[in-house]
């Protein structure tokens, strides 16, 4: 099928066969092929995702902030008094 273009093949990025190397003067044999290599099975999330780890955190993080709180007020009470 040709292209709006007459001629001259149209892209498809899905066709690898149709990329060229940056530098027209590489030998194919000097080429390294590109391997993708993911980092964690993305079908399963992360480990420490779960709810039970978010509800951990968030009652870790309200109770410094109260104990943050109740220091700055006892300090208020004994020094601006």
């Given at each position: 099928?040709?292209?709006?273009?007459?001629?001259?093949?149209?892209?498809?990025?899905?066709?690898f066969s149709q990329l060229r190397p940056a530098d027209p003067t590489a030998q194919p044999s000097k080429l390294t092929p590109v391997t993708y290599h993911p980092t964690h099975n993305r079908t399963i999330p992360p480990p420490?995702?779960?709810?039970?780890?978010?509800?951990k955190s968030f009652a870790r993080?309200?109770?410094?902030?109260?104990?943050v709180w109740?220091?700055?007020?006892v300090f208020y009470l004994f020094i601006c008094d």
């Amino acid at each position: 099928m040709g292209s709006l273009l007459g001629d001259w093949p149209s892209f498809d990025p899905h066709n690898f066969s149709q990329l060229r190397p940056a530098d027209p003067t590489a030998q194919p044999s000097k080429l390294t092929p590109v391997t993708y290599h993911p980092t964690h099975n993305r079908t399963i999330p992360p480990p420490n995702q779960g709810k039970y780890y978010i509800l951990k955190s968030f009652a870790r993080k309200l109770f410094l902030y109260i104990v943050v709180w109740l220091n700055i007020s006892v300090f208020y009470l004994f020094i601006c008094d």
